[in-house]
């Protein structure tokens, strides 16, 4: 009835049983809120649910629903809404010359798709990690064929790429 709307995740049998086709009024107690770019709320495992519960604040939440909200366009408070405008495509040469990212005293939303066309050889994406499967830890080549652990503090011939 604020105008305003909030994301609300459910989890687990909870989500997996959810049916809102007839929507229900929810009332949600011991929820988690959350955030990041916004405000968000998310279920736990001791949150209390009723669907349609026998409250006051529930009859007049389904009247304004089926005669005003229904028609509405509530403003969220979620990611895409009161945090900023997410819906907003960018392209990366418009976020360099807008200079989006650079204010110290507040953040710019957008919204950017981009795929990865090649990665050049010279550019490796994985690095040299112990062979010791309890450790796995980035290992330093000291000389041909002879890896040391900083970690585990071995030297080793060989080492395993991650």
């Known amino acids: 009835m604020s105008g305003y709307s909030i994301k ?4 687990g049998a909870t989500a997996e049983g959810f049916d809102g086709s007839d929507f229900p009024v929810m009332a949600f107690k011991a929820v988690r809120v959350g955030d990041f770019g ?14 349609n519960p026998d409250m006051r604040e529930a009859h007049e939440l389904r009247g304004w629903y089926d005669s005003i909200g229904v028609n509405s366009k509530p403003v969220s408070l979620s990611t ?41 050889h ?12 309890e450790c796995g ?8 064929n002879q890896w040391q652990c900083d970690h585990c ?10």
């Open 122 to 133: 010279e550019n490796n994406i994985s690095y040299p990690s112990c062979p010791n499967p």
């Open 38 to 51: 916004g405000k968000s709320l998310s279920t736990m495992s001791g949150t209390t649910i009723l669907t």
């Open 80 to 120: 895409g809404g009161g945090g900023g405008n997410f819906d907003q495509k960018k392209t990366i040469a418009q976020v360099r010359d807008e200079g989006l990212g650079q204010s110290e005293t507040k953040p710019d939303f957008f919204t950017l798709k981009a795929f990865v066309l090649m990665i050049p």
């Open 153 to 162: 503090r071995n030297v080793y011939s060989n080492c395993i790429q991650k």
């Open 8 to 11: 609300l995740t459910l989890w």
């Open 137 to 144: 830890k980035k290992i330093n080549e000291e000389a041909a």
